[in-house]
T-cell receptor, first 116, second 115 residues
Framework: ETGVTQSPTHLIKTRGQQVTLRCSSQ?????VSWYQQALGQGPQFIFQ???????GRGNFPPRFSGLQFPNYSSELNVNALELDDSALYLC???????????????FGQGTRLTVV | GDSVTQMEGPVTLSEEAFLTINCTYT??????LFWYVQYPGEGLQLLLK?????DKGSNKGFEATYRKETTSFHLEKGSVQVSDSAVYFC??????????????FGKGTHLIIQP
């Protein structure tokens, strides 16, 4: 059973550019959520996808968008990068069953994004 | 909105000391509660969880009890080791009509265990 994997591990972008981060869910999981973790802070919820549809969103602007694919892998896209977007981006997967969402989320190692 | 408050760190203890990391929460409904641990350069690992009031989560010698009356989920360990040095995050996940919300995390507590 493979865990949650994210790519790339590190990335440097220039302010104003666009970036795409990728996540492969743990085998058998159908729900993916993304988090932004600034240095020295706790992770902040960006959004969540269940069966290819967004079903929850935190307090992030529309330039943060995502996709979930039929194999439950996911992408996080950020447009018009700002310096404050520099952070560790974490992906988490879980298994949701009918009538109740799974409680346990498994995290990947994260992608460290630096915006200069 | 939902929130989680943890004691400020860093917390520095000697090996074999007793550990308590305080966590309180604010949320509507009946959230599930979690402790995650993050080692340097790594992602988050689930340490333990509790899904309803008075549940006790435990793992690797760590324990936490879901106290609804005090809205708390304090993490405890009777005898810490150097290998327990890490950042610990308390988190909650709420369930609404549309399913599970994302996790809400505290700011984290950096634990340092000295030999």
């Amino acid at each position: 059973e493979t865990g949650v994997t994210q790519s790339p591990t590190h990335l440097i972008k220039t302010r104003g550019q666009q970036v795409t981060l990728r996540c492969s869910s743990q085998s058998g999981h159908n729900t993916v959520s993304w988090y932004q973790q600034a240095l020295g802070q706790g992770p902040q919820f960006i959004f969540q996808y269940y069966r290819e549809e967004e079903n929850g969103r935190g307090n992030f602007p529309p330039r943060f968008s995502g996709l979930q694919f039929p194999n439950y892998s996911s992408e996080l896209n950020v447009n018009a990068l700002e310096l404050d977007d520099s952070a560790l981006y974490l992906c988490a997967s879980s298994l949701a069953s009918k009538g109740r969402m799974g409680t346990e989320a498994f995290f990947g190692q994260g992608t460290r994004l630096t915006v200069v | 909105g939902d929130s989680v408050t943890q004691m400020e760190g860093p917390v520095t203890l000697s090996e074999e000391a007793f550990l308590t990391i305080n966590c309180t929460y604010t949320a509507t409904g009946y959230p599930s509660l979690f402790w995650y641990v993050q080692y340097p350069g790594e992602g988050l690992q689930l340490l333990l969880k509790a899904t309803k009031a008075d549940d006790k989560g435990s793992n690797k010698g760590f324990e936490a009890t879901y106290r609804k009356e005090t809205t708390s989920f304090h993490l405890e360990k009777g005898s810490v080791q150097v290998s327990d040095s890490a950042v610990y995050f308390c988190a909650l996940r709420r369930y609404s009509g549309g399913g599970a919300d994302g996790l809400t995390f505290g700011k984290g507590t950096h634990l340092i265990i000295q030999p």
